[in-house]
Every structure is written in structure tokens, then in C-alpha cells.
T-cell receptor, first 114, second 115 residues
């Protein structure tokens, strides 16, 4: 079945350094790739997304890159801050009988050390 | 209003109880979702409603019964649950425009404990 692999499962960086989280998807028909940030005890929040007709998208300190050929997409956070500490989930959309759903990656726990 | 509101925030129920979770959004989104999330795991899809019709049921046990009374409301009726059903239940909504995908807006969730 369809799946999304996400690495690493945990990531610790020093404040100010960059963090990169990588995902690989299996369904070549997937065309939308959102990233969610979930702080402890809170809801997942959409932080950035990318569609399959775009190779890169940036929003301030956050960027996402997509390689459709390799079925890889990655989240890049620059100049990390303690408030970036959270669990990050990638997702890929798949179409099931005309309805879209997301397959989530297993999550990356990011710790930014002050 | 750019939020998805879920009630209650916390729920403790016995295995013989019947309870309902509620979800409401006023963003005009026509797709609504129920997800179950266990600790340190990703959200796991349960149901998808598109234009108030159930379009995906991810083989969820019948002790969970969804309902979409109108385009703004989504309920999840619970009956005869098991302790392993204890989890965070998340509601989400998204736009539906042709074949384009849009990101979800998640509610804050209902933390359910079955005793």
C-alpha cells in the first residue's frame, strides 16, 4: 500500500543551526505535500506545503524541496530557535475513488538546544 | 472564523457508555475528517466526509459512528469502546475545489480515556 517514510525520527540541533527532515513517498500520483508542526499537547498546524508542479517553496526560515523523480521531499529550517522544538510530520496526498486523503510520515521530534 | 472547534476537550467514559464528539467549522470547507492519534504517533485517518457524504471509511470498527448533519458540523458517536481506543481524536477540515488539494485545518482535539 501507499506509505511515507520520514527521517530522522529525532533531531537535536544547536540554536541558530539548520535542520533538515526528509520524506520519501511511494505513490507516484501524489501531487500535494504538506508539512505539519505539532507542539506537545497541541493540534498539528500546517507550516508549509508544496505542489507537484513546483520544485521548491520558501517562507521566511522554512523551505520545502520536492524531487518528483526520486519521490523525495524535504523540510529545511534555517536559524533554528527554541520555539521550533516540536514534532514535525510530512504528508503526501493520494486519491481514493475521487477523494483525497493524506498519508502521514511517522514524525520527527526536533529539539533546538539553547 | 479560521478555526475548527472541537468539544469536549477531555472525555472519560466507561466501556458501556455512549458519548459523542463534536466538531464545527465556519470556513466554508466542504471536506471534513476524523483522525485518531496515539502518543508519539502520526494522525491516523478514520473517516472522510465530502459535501456531507461519507466518502472514506478506513475500516473503522462499528463502535465508532460518524455523522455529518450539515456542512459545518461533524459528529463522532462512540459506543462500547475499549481501553485501547483511548487517544486524541482530531477533527480537520479542508477546501474542496476541483482536483486541487488543500491543507487541513485541525481542531484542538478531544482527549478520550476509556476506563
Amino acid at each position: 500500500g501507499e506509505n511515507v517514510e520520514q527521517h530522522p525520527s529525532t533531531l537535536s540541533v544547536q540554536e541558530g543551526d539548520s535542520a533538515v527532515i526528509k520524506c520519501t513517498y511511494s505513490d507516484s500520483a501524489s501531487n500535494y505535500f504538506p508539512w505539519y508542526k505539532q507542539e506537545l499537547g497541541k493540534r498539528p498546524q500546517l507550516i508549509i506545503d508544496i505542489r507537484s508542479n513546483v520544485g521548491e517553496k520558501k517562507d521566511q526560515r522554512i523551505a520545502v524541496t520536492l524531487n518528483k523523480t526520486a519521490k523525495h521531499f524535504s523540510l529545511h529550517i534555517t536559524e533554528t530557535q527554541p520555539e521550533d522544538s516540536a514534532v514535525y510530520f510530512c504528508a503526501a496526498s493520494i486519491n481514493t475513488s475521487g477523494t483525497y486523503k493524506y498519508i502521514f510520515g511517522t514524525g520527527t521530534r526536533l529539539k533546538v538546544l539553547a | 472564523d479560521t478555526e475548527v472547534t472541537q468539544t469536549p476537550k477531555h472525555l472519560v467514559m466507561g466501556m458501556t457508555n455512549k458519548k459523542s464528539l463534536k466538531c464545527e467549522q465556519h470556513m466554508g470547507h466542504r471536506a471534513m475528517y476524523w483522525y485518531k492519534q496515539k502518543a508519539k504517533k502520526p494522525p491516523e485517518l478514520m473517516f472522510v466526509y465530502s459535501y456531507e457524504k461519507l466518502s472514506i471509511n478506513e475500516s473503522v470498527p462499528s463502535r465508532f459512528s460518524p455523522e455529518c448533519p450539515n456542512s459545518s458540523l461533524l459528529n463522532l458517536h462512540l459506543h462500547a469502546l475499549q481501553p485501547e481506543d483511548s487517544a486524541l481524536y482530531l477533527c480537520a477540515s479542508s477546501q474542496v475545489l476541483g482536483t486541487a488539494n488543500y491543507g487541513y485545518t485541525f481542531g484542538s482535539g478531544t482527549r478520550l480515556t476509556v476506563v
